[in-house]
């Protein structure tokens, strides 16, 4: 399975580390960026957001987003 979806994420962000793990048991692939590196993905997650900078933020290949969603909500998203 390839990436459907961005995690934009901090690497202090414990709520992002508790994600990564539960998708990466659940075998789901994703691509992950670092908001604190990368300007321009921080404007994503702000447009995403309503202004704020809220991590995990996860933009799907059909533009949509979730925030700090469930594992869950991501298989749900996915399965649309």
């Not at 993905?41 to 309503?50: H, L, T």
Request: glycine share 6%; hydrophobic share 40%.
């Amino acid at each position: 399975m390839t990436a459907r979806f961005t995690m934009y994420s901090t690497p202090w962000c414990g709520y992002c580390h508790r994600l990564k793990s539960q998708l990466g048991r659940e075998g789901i692939e994703f691509d992950m960026v670092d908001i604190e590196q990368d300007p321009a993905a921080a404007d994503i997650v702000e447009r995403a957001n309503n202004g704020n900078r809220t991590v995990p933020t996860l933009v799907f290949a059909d533009g949509s987003a979730l925030t700090n969603p469930s594992v869950a909500q991501v298989k749900a998203q996915l399965a649309r």
